[in-house]
């Protein structure tokens, strides 16, 4: 059921599980249609009922459209012909079929527009379009209109070309296409003259060059079943609705035609006059399909129609009895597949009469076969339709015809001698069609019989697939051996034998063997899915490597998770149904003559095998031993309930890897337990998952690696649910098991369940289904227990190839056998055996714990003549028993009779064929004569082979005796096993076995000893009496040599390894350090406090260590020391906002976003402001830039040589693997941290000595620093490094300084009005510095209330910035006359203003940002820095700002309040500390301002800036600190880096005293008691009232003219908040629904891929050529204007966000996340997506602390192209 979004969004849909997805090519709503959904979910305009009183449409009205719609009906259809010219020999015609179409696109739309106007119009159409009288008027092309007559030829013609209408003419074109290359008319003509359907195949005999009777016998049996043979080709039409679609499908189904006939569905007797006649050209649509050359979007376009048709069931079955669709389905699949089919090449290449489809052709590789099995599997999903198909016979046989063709298709031949050519890929295709053709349809036809009244279907079934598998057989001349070297994974026949026996038994009560064929059929059953596992094993020990990767794919596609329940699953259940009936001797011995693995199982230490390599002896065995538990412990079809297997799938998964909902959802198998769907049951996968797991929200890694919310197991599921055997059949890659493993021993170590490596647990099975209890008669036949008792000693011996994997198997099977012993195993019975034991015989009986204890003498074994065994062999006379190690590893058994004592050979083999063979023949005597001569002329050995002798070994155990014996070995320890209910006989009267075990193997061994005694006395006693005797050393002398080898490994590895961990352990010591360092000589000079410098002993010089050549050693100015840096264009400090209320993403029409509030607009507009009316000069020092597109520099702390640098990036260059950064454009990552980075800033060379003498406090007054300050700055050669000598130094300064500027574009560091102007420099330079200090602050949060060092200051580069920044701003020396510092420190007589007057004035010192004006200072004066002359600076400008601050107060609060204040203050003004009294400054500032016009024009205007609270002196104090803090902060940064001291941390309220006093504002004799008063903190270098008076009487000259612009420039906003992004909405859909449509405002198109920029709410289109502009695309070009070249962009079709940085571009990921915590990228499920409030902040705070480039790692070159 489908929804369009209106209809969706409209109706109430709470609770319910939906996936919302963007349909690519339309399609139909269902709201509304009461066959498909209740009408309580029809949304409101749906829901009115449209049945009620409807009036009656007046017959005139409609009299217009009856007359003229069946001519205009009639003139498209001419159209239609006309335009239709057959394609040339195969020449596609499709240019010319969009030309008709484009023409006919009014008449179509108009037709359209008709089905729109409402249920009236639509029944005239019905009428007009199923007339048949009107259609036969107009078409028949009689009369005298020789263009109708013309038309009609045309459409005959069509007709004719697509094979159909005439009776006579066969449809047979297709067959002989690919081959053989005619046209199609050539075809039917050489088939015309053959009139049956049974001679089909005489063309294909044309193409396999004559072979007689190719499939023939398939295809005469397929024609005679097929009912009514016209179904392929005659079609006759009888309306204009016939016509219509024939031409739409003739034309491939064009869009338009498409929308007309589905809007035409509500009308009901439409929609059934439809779909007889879209059933009646099903064949007709199966040609066209074939033929097309676009068959993917036709494959849509007719699913689109189908599925509308299809899904009703009232209207399926109705069209299936009336038009026979299943015979018509059926046969038009039959038909498609017979076009490619090929001789079947399994078991007898030459004589096979069986044929499979070939996955090679297009029909199978594109998938074209789809939308027709789509229809069949969705109308079999109908009850009644599905119930016709069950019970009708013949369709039943030509559907198992149509399965047979895949019977064996993909055949893999194992390549021996070189690697194949070419790796076809062709599996693919293989898996898909068995998948969709044959597995979809076959568990829609098991979900109708599910009760026991369906048994009869079931037995249908079952009798036809058997059938067919008889054919199958008979046709590839399959005996009793599969051929060698051969695999196909495609059975499905095999498949549905299978599911449909499991069904028969779980849900419809049939009696299992009533359904079973005879022993010989069983046999020949198994060998194929049998052949399956073991090369499954052959795949995995890479004994298919020569075929390539692909095999390794089948394979791995053969057990995922798609596939597995209709592959692996059914092919392991029906193995186990013939194991539960076969002889178990026969199939254990079967199963390791296929794993290749019979020559292993001897005695002896040496063996050959003629089958397999060494190499892969190992993991063939252990595919093996694994293949027989599976076989022996899986219960899916065997008796668990669905939700048990549910429930056991879910565990597997999550054991593995922690997973998120939807990959559990995609890892468990859909059937036959569907996870959704209104099938009862599907409501089970929730409450199963959060019965067995925890639910862990999304998290993020330091590394910035963001994680999905998963699902990770609950510990009891650990405890007791977790099944190694499970998680081995699903896994698909080899190290899942590993994984699932390593998580349960980490679970057992954290726990304290078990600290050891544990060993896979022991689980108890559920109880088998009654009809499968044969099953376990595997676990006790001799076979088996020579099988393991052999192995058991090899083990023990440490014979080579075999693992702990192996033992672990052993064991498993052995405990496995006693959980399922038979009970009946009594000591009566017992004690008869006694006696017996001192014959030297194989075991007994079958019974696992009887035969445990049987004793075991002498083995007779066939070795080579090199084994060691044969040196001390006893005489071969010895009459003993005999294990004959033949090629096919005998091995003696006893047959109960007298002569026990004569040696016997005991083979697998011959065993195995022996019972074939008396299956077959029914008669032992015959089988005797019959297997020996094969056996003996099986082993003739090659002449190379060295010789076989035979030798008796002396061995005397029991499997108990092995059994503890491998607990001494395993637990390295003699006599370490005591049986435990000696101490504690409760044991074995109470035993508590848990359901679960854990452990390892020692464990294991415990706990089978256990239970065989428990299951026997004897046993008991025997534990007892081989533990009593104490046991020589284990194992024999001859393993020394070998395992002195072994344990020689072990030595040198153990060293390898010790001295491995020791240089690890010293390269980490070492890093340590020289982290350590780099960390702290980050700012050499001055980063060490004053007190540890003068305790430790001087160092001169600070030290850098070189991370590229990993020398220690000073900056030096001919080899300088640089910090790795990346330096980045920042507009993060312009995002500021002067409010707290976040802005918001807009999401209607209404919500619009303006920038004038940003901290860059109103900077921006203070500068144009001042530019204006003062002089440019003057301008550029009065502000700082770089608030939009300023540089910010930051670095890892490492450090390395410049010339090092220069030497590695040449060596970058030269290295093509390079990927994600451009080298050309200087960029690298840090060597030694991996950073990115793209610059190298010089280290200044200087000692920390020198550091200390210029900490040292002076006495000297504040006029005299003054002076000095004054004289420092104008003396140019002042500077250390002198600047004319070009040291390698001063170069890297100046190279530096170019990387600098090229990092921000030119408009964001040209500010003059005229170009090139050196005071541009002058500007751009500060303002680097500012723009880092601001930014830092930004980090700190926005405040120093933290103090510290904090993070920021550990790998601060601003120490070696300010040399560099120093260096190069001494080159502008600011004309004396000109300088700041003269008028803040000096009073100047009036009259030198005046002669300015023609000139534009200069910016007024009150203007002036005293942040701005504190860097220039610093800058200007040499460098190391003095303290005392930095805190003579910043107490200079306190003055400044703090008179800024009084004067802006002013100008905010009304006349009254500033005439009250006047008088106030005036009255205090000489008392002694009149200077430090904001009441008394504050009067004599309105006093001096009010001389000029700043406080006159206030008329209505100045309501608007009066603030409605009246001041009190709380507030005033308050303002006047907001106003200089921002200030303080600044200055306080500064001196942490470049004095080093810490910054202190306090309380935000007590911010201001603590900086002002760290700086050294505050008198130390201030008494902290007092309130606070911000003036205290006042220094005047000159009277304060003289120097206000002049710095006021510039401003009135100004405001004299211009007084509403002197005020705006007086009142600066210093409060700005810290940058954000915009506020998203909870819920994606909202933003998804208003943009996905919205039309972008450049080009007024609905972008392809929308996009909006997450810092301006700007809507772009993202890589649209629309909105291009000098080659860059709309994404790019507005990070460069919005961010300076860093966007971070929500991509609105993907809930995906993109982040550009300059060149590169990377996916950052998604900030909406699912209910269960998912990204959905490109909204692929469609699932409902909210905010992720977490992610939103690190993406924020990536983007604020400028760290995209770090913490994303993969990054790609955009081109512009975004």
Request: hydrophobic share 35%; aromatic share 8%; with cysteine.
């Amino acid at each position: 059921m489908s929804l369009c979004a209106e209809c969706f969004h409209q109706g109430d849909h709470t609770g319910h599980d939906f996936n919302m997805f963007r349909s690519q090519a339309g399609g139909a709503c269902d709201c509304g249609d009461s066959n498909v959904m209740r009408e309580s979910g029809f949304c409101r305009r749906h829901q009115i009922k449209s049945s009620s009183n409807i009036p009656c449409v007046p017959k005139d009205l409609l009299m217009m459209s009856e007359f003229v719609l069946p001519r205009f009906i009639f003139c498209l259809i001419q159209y239609l012909r006309e335009g239709y010219n057959e394609p040339a020999a195969d020449v596609p015609s499709e240019k010319d079929l969009s030309k008709v179409l484009q023409l006919l696109e009014p008449q179509i739309s108009f037709l359209e527009d008709l089905t729109k106007m409402g249920g009236a119009m639509r029944s005239v159409l019905t009428q007009v379009l199923t007339n048949q009288q009107n259609y036969k008027d107009l078409t028949s092309g009689l009369g005298e209109n020789t263009c109708a007559k013309k038309s009609h030829e045309k459409y005959l013609i069509a007709l004719k070309s697509s094979g159909l209408t005439y009776p006579e003419d066969k449809l047979v074109y297709g067959i002989q296409e690919p081959s053989a290359g005619t046209s199609t008319l050539a075809v039917q003509g050489f088939a015309g003259a053959t009139g049956t359907l049974g001679q089909l195949d005489s063309s294909d005999e044309e193409d396999q060059d004559g072979s007689q009777g190719l499939g023939k016998r398939k295809r005469v049996k397929l024609s005679s079943s097929t009912k009514d043979q016209s179904i392929m080709d005659v079609l006759k039409h009888k309306s204009f609705l016939e016509e219509l679609l024939f031409w739409t499908i003739k034309y491939e189904f064009p869009q338009k035609m498409v929308t007309f006939l589905l809007n035409m569905l509500p009308d009901q007797e439409y929609k059934v006059a439809f779909t007889k006649t879209f059933v009646q050209h099903y064949a007709f649509i199966m040609k066209t399909l074939k033929k097309s050359h676009e068959s993917d979007t036709m494959s849509n376009r007719i699913v689109h129609i189908s599925v509308q048709l299809f899904s009703n069931e009232e209207l399926a079955r109705q069209v299936t009895e009336e038009c026979q669709l299943l015979d018509i389905m059926v046969t038009v699949l039959l038909y498609m597949m017979e076009s490619c089919l090929i001789k079947s090449e399994l078991q007898d290449e030459e004589n096979s009469l069986h044929v499979v489809v070939n996955c090679g052709e297009a029909l199978l590789k594109n998938n074209t076969y789809w939308p027709l099995v789509s229809d069949f599997i969705n109308i079999l999903s109908h009850q009644s339709v599905a119930k016709k198909f069950l019970e009708d016979h013949g369709l039943l046989v030509t559907w198992m015809n149509f399965v047979s063709f895949f019977q064996g298709m993909n055949l893999n031949k194992r390549e021996l001698n070189e690697h194949v050519e070419f790796e076809s890929q062709t599996y693919y295709a293989a898996f898909a069609a068995e998948l969709e053709a044959c597995a979809q349809p076959m568990w829609g036809l098991l979900s109708h019989c599910k009760v026991r009244e369906t048994q009869e279907y079931t037995r249908n079934v079952v009798r036809y697939c058997l059938e067919a598998l008889q054919d199958w057989f008979d046709a590839i001349n399959f005996v009793d051996e599969p051929a060698p070297n051969q695999v196909t994974f495609h059975l499905p026949l095999h498949r549905y034998y299978a599911m449909f026996l499991s069904k028969a038994v779980k849900c419809q009560e049939l009696d299992l063997d009533s359904v079973l064929p005879d022993q010989e059929m069983l046999m020949k059953l198994m060998i194929h899915p049998l052949q399956i596992q073991a090369s499954l094993a052959e795949i995995h020990s890479n004994m298919w490597v020569r075929n390539g990767l692909q095999i390794k794919g089948q394979a791995m596609t053969y057990v995922q998770s798609h596939f597995c329940n209709s592959m692996i699953d059914p092919d392991i259940y029906l193995l186990q149904v013939c194991a539960s009936r076969l002889d178990p001797d026969y199939f254990i011995s079967s199963v390791f003559e296929r794993f290749k693995v019979v020559d292993l199982l001897t005695m002896a230490s040496q063996h050959q095998n003629t089958v397999l390599d060494a190499e892969h002896e190992r993991s063939m065995l252990e595919g093996a031993l694994t293949f027989l538990v599976i076989l022996l412990s899986l219960r899916l079809h065997l008796g668990m309930s669905d939700d048990e297997i549910l429930r056991a799938e879910m565990v597997a998964q999550l054991c593995m890897n922690d997973r998120t909902h939807s990959s559990l959802l995609d890892l468990i198998p859909e059937n036959p337990n569907p996870k959704s769907g209104i099938i009862p049951g599907s409501y089970s996968f929730e409450s199963v998952l959060s019965a067995v797991a925890d639910f862990k929200a999304p998290v993020f890694e330091p590394g910035g690696s963001m994680q999905q919310g998963m699902y990770t197991p609950k510990a009891e599921v650990w405890d007791q649910e977790f099944d190694p055997v499970m998680v081995i059949l699903r896994t698909v890659y080899r190290r899942d098991v590993q994984s699932a493993m390593d998580r349960y021993t980490a679970f057992l170590k954290q726990n304290g369940k078990f600290p050891g490596n544990p060993w896979p647990p022991y689980k108890k099975r559920t109880p088998l289904h009654p009809s499968y209890k044969g099953l376990m008669r595997l676990l006790h036949c001799k076979t088996l227990h020579i099988v393991l008792f052999t192995l058991l000693y090899k083990i023990l011996m440490d014979h080579q190839n075999l693992s702990e994997h192996v033992l672990c198997m052993v064991l498993y099977l052995i405990e496995l056998g006693l959980e399922n012993s038979a009970d009946e195993e009594s000591d009566e019975e017992a004690s008869v055996c006694g006696p017996e034991r001192c014959h030297d015989s194989w075991f007994p009986g079958s019974n696992l714990v009887a035969n445990m204890r049987h004793f075991i003498n002498y083995v007779r074994v066939r070795v080579p003549e090199t084994a060691p065994e044969v040196k001390r062999d006893s005489p071969a006379s010895t009459s003993s028993d005999s294990l004959g190690s033949l090629q096919s590893s005998r091995r003696p058994k006893v047959l109960q009779r007298e002569n026990s004592g004569t040696a016997q050979v005991f083979s697998l083999v011959a065993e195995r064929r022996k019972k074939f063979q008396e299956i077959i023949n029914r008669s032992s005597n015959e089988a005797n004569q019959v297997v020996r001569p094969k056996t003996s002329s099986k082993w003739s050995a090659p002449g190379s082979a060295p010789q076989l002798t035979t030798a008796i070994l002396e061995i005397k155990e029991s499997i108990l005796s092995l059994l503890i014996k491998l607990h001494h070995k395993l637990s390295g320890k003699q006599n370490s096993y005591y049986p435990p209910w000696l101490d504690d006989i409760e044991i074995l009267i109470q035993p508590e076995i848990p359901k679960y075990s854990h452990g390892d193997g020692i464990t294991a061994v415990e706990r089978i000893l256990l239970k065989a005694a428990l299951q026997s006395r004897m046993n008991k006693r025997i534990i007892e009496e081989i533990c009593r005797k104490v046991t020589p050393p284990v194992p024999p002398r001859k393993v020394t040599a070998a395992e002195k080898k072994t344990l020689d490994k072990e030595e040198r590895r153990q060293k390898a390894r010790e001295r491995q961990q020791k240089l690890l352990a010293e390269f980490a010591s070492r890093q340590k350090s020289f982290m350590e360092t780099a960390m702290d000589v980050d700012s050499p000079e001055n980063d060490i406090p004053m007190e540890i410098t003068t305790a430790e002993p001087q160092v001169s010089e600070a030290v850098y260590d070189c991370v590229i050549c990993g020398q220690s050693g000073p900056s030096s100015e001919d080899r300088p020391t640089g910090l790795v840096v990346l330096l980045q264009a920042s507009s993060v400090l312009g995002q500021c906002r002067d409010n707290t209320e976040p802005k918001k993403l807009p999401i209607t029409e209404e919500e619009q976003i303006y920038p004038w509030d940003t901290c860059a607009a109103v900077h921006d507009v203070r500068l144009s402001l001042l530019q204006r009316y003062f002089k440019d000069s003057s301008c550029l020092l009065a502000v700082s830039i770089g608030w939009e597109g300023g540089v910010y520099v930051q670095t890892c702390g490492h450090t390395l040589h410049i010339d090092c640098h220069k030497s590695y990036m040449e060596s970058l260059r030269n290295d093509q693997v390079l990927q994600g950064f451009s080298v050309d454009k200087g960029e690298f990552t840090c060597p030694l941290c991996r950073q990115f980075a793209n610059s190298v800033l010089p280290c200044y060379p200087g000692s920390n000595m020198e550091n200390n003498l210029w900490q040292r406090p002076s006495n000297k007054s504040l006029q005299d620093l003054i002076k000095e300050v004054e004289e420092l700055q104008g003396r140019p050669g002042a500077f250390p490094v002198s600047i004319s000598s070009e040291t390698n130094l001063s170069k890297e300064m100046e190279s530096v300084m170019k990387d600098i500027k090229n990092t921000t574009q030119k408009k964001y560091r040209d500010y003059s009005k005229t170009p090139g102007s050196p005071d541009n420099d002058f500007l751009f330079m500060y303002s680097v510095a500012r723009t880092n200090l601001e930014l830092e602050l930004i980090h700190r949060g926005g405040n120093l209330c933290s103090g510290g060092a904090s993070t920021a200051g550990k790998r601060s580069c601003l120490n070696q910035l300010f040399h560099v920044l120093a260096l190069h701003m001494r080159l502008y020396s600011i004309d004396s006359e000109f300088n700041p510092w003269r008028k803040l420190t000096q009073l100047e007589e009036m009259n030198s203003q005046l002669g300015n007057e023609e000139q534009q004035p200069e910016v007024p010192i009150l203007y002036h940002d005293a942040t701005s004006l504190l860097l220039i200072q610093i800058l200007m004066m040499p460098q190391p820095l003095r303290k005392d002359h930095f805190t003579c600076i910043v107490k200079v400008l306190f003055a400044l700002l703090y008179t800024q601050a009084l004067a802006a107060l002013s100008v905010k609060c009304n006349e009254e309040d500033r005439s009250a204040w006047k008088h106030t203050g005036a009255l205090k003004k000489n008392t002694c500390d009149a200077e430090k009294s904001y009441k008394v400054l504050l009067s004599f500032v309105i006093s001096e301002l009010s001389k000029g016009k700043l406080y006159h024009e206030e008329g209505a205007q100045e309501c608007a800036m009066v603030s409605p609270i009246a001041w009190s002196s709380e507030s005033m104090e308050k303002y006047l600190q907001d106003f200089c803090l921002p200030f303080l902060r600044i200055t306080s940064l500064l001196q942490h880096h470049l004095f080093g001291e810490d910054l202190p941390s306090c309380q935000e309220e007590e911010e201001f005293s603590v900086l002002s006093s760290c700086l050294g504002l505050l008198p130390t004799f201030y008494q902290t008691e007092h309130p606070f008063i911000s003036a205290s903190c006042l220094d005047w270098p000159v009277p304060a009232f003289d120097i206000i008076a002049q710095w006021c009487s510039e401003i009135n000259s100004f405001t004299e003219r211009h007084a509403e612009q002197g005020k705006a420039l007086l009142i600066q906003e210093s409060r700005w908040k810290l940058p954000h992004l915009l506020q998203l909405p909870e819920n994606y859909n909202t933003i998804f629904q208003y943009y996905h449509r919205k039309t972008c405002s450049v080009c007024t198109k609905v972008p392809k891929d929308p996009a909006v920029c997450l810092v301006c709410g700007t809507f772009v289109c993202l890589k649209g050529l629309c909105c291009k502009q000098q080659s860059y695309c709309e994404c790019v070009l507005h990070s460069q204007n919005c961010g300076a070249g860093t966007g971070i962009f929500l991509l609105v079709n993907a809930s995906v966000i993109i982040i550009i940085r300059g060149h590169r571009f990377c996916l950052w990921g998604s900030v909406y996340l699912d209910a269960h915590g998912e990204e959905d990228r490109d909204l692929r499920r469609g699932k409902p997506l909210y905010i992720c409030k977490e992610r939103y902040k690190v993406l924020e705070q990536q983007w604020i602390s400028h760290t995209f480039d770090h913490i994303n790692k993969r990054w790609g070159p955009h081109y512009n192209g975004l």
